[in-house]
């Protein structure tokens, strides 16, 4: 009866025990509570598996509770974090896959989060909070490797079009002209050096020409200056001239509208003088007596009677 209770009772006690440690191992009453984040991935996410790290700025917050292709964008992987509650993730928080050290084993890493920005939300298009990402180190690095492979495939295709067997040709053509033309200075050097010489002694002459035109052009500038006076005073003289003839021309209107009608008649009264003189001139020329005497009477002619006429 004893040893069936004490049994029991050892029973009862270990699978209290093993119970408790199974309690324990699974977080128990100290069992950290975590709140779901997603991330879109643009590359290819080999090297990351399920419950691979979730670090922010280097401390461990979270893992990677699902990997799975988006079934609307087959080139896009969608990533679920299991992140601790109360980890600051903010609206400018950024997700970038890196792998630790030579390894290779990936993990992701969360950057960003300023203390000023807002908590990360969920939005209407997604039931959970959208976490930003952005390429990782490898993609990076291939695609810089991709464009310059593909600047250095282009390069190289310009370098053999250079190269071409026409273009050497024209290269050897092109460095013995150049070696003939060498020879050629070189041969003429004394001639050269002798024309140099010349140069050099033009160019001297010529500064000195300059330096003694320098008066001759001051004084040119000064005749320039008393021209240029003589033309104000000529421009003056010729405004004051048509100022005069102004004045003679309304003179000269004033004197034909009042002058010219009596000079008309004084004229006229003058012809018919000179037509009177003229006739007198002439009955005198015929009959001197009569400047004395007077003019005689008309003789009466055939039928004319003054004595008739005059009788009662």
Not at 134 to 158: F, G, M
Request: net charge neutral; proline share 4%.
């Amino acid at each position: 009866m004893n040893y069936t209770i004490v049994g029991v009772f050892v029973l009862a006690l270990g699978a209290v025990l093993v119970a408790g440690i199974l309690w324990l191992a699974s977080g128990g009453a100290f069992q950290k509570q975590y709140d779901l984040y997603l991330a879109i991935e643009n590359e290819s996410v080999a090297g990351l598996n399920l419950n691979a790290p979730v670090k922010l700025n280097g401390v461990d917050v979270g893992k990677v509770k699902e990997i799975q292709l988006d079934h609307g964008n087959p080139e896009r992987v969608q990533l679920t974090f299991a992140i601790e509650r109360g980890t600051p993730i903010k609206e400018d928080t950024v997700a970038v896959m890196k792998t630790q050290g030579l390894t290779g084993i990936a993990y992701v890493e969360l950057s960003g989060g300023t203390r000023d920005a807002l908590p990360l939300r969920a939005s209407s298009e997604s039931e959970l909070p959208v976490i930003r990402t952005k390429p990782s180190l490898s993609a990076r690095i291939e695609n810089v490797l991709t464009t310059v492979l593909a600047k250095l495939d282009s390069t190289s295709s310009n370098i053999n079009a250079i190269l071409s067997n026409e273009n050497q040709a024209s290269f050897k053509n092109a460095l013995a002209d150049i070696a003939a033309v060498a020879h050629t200075f070189a041969s003429r050097k004394d001639k050269l050096d002798a024309g140099i010489v010349n140069a050099a002694r033009t160019l001297e002459n010529t500064s000195r020409a300059t330096e003694q035109a320098g008066p001759v052009i001051d004084r040119i500038g000064r005749s320039a200056e008393a021209i240029e006076k003589m033309g104000n005073e000529v421009a003056r003289a010729t405004t004051s001239a048509g100022k005069t003839v102004n004045s003679v021309g309304a003179d000269v209107q004033r004197f034909t509208a009042e002058t010219l009608p009596e000079l008309e008649r004084l004229l006229g009264e003058l012809s018919a003088l000179s037509n009177s003189l003229r006739r007198l001139t002439e009955q005198t020329e015929r009959n001197p007596s009569s400047f004395l005497f007077g003019r005689k009477p008309v003789p009466e002619g055939p039928g004319e009677s003054t004595t008739g006429q005059n009788r009662p």
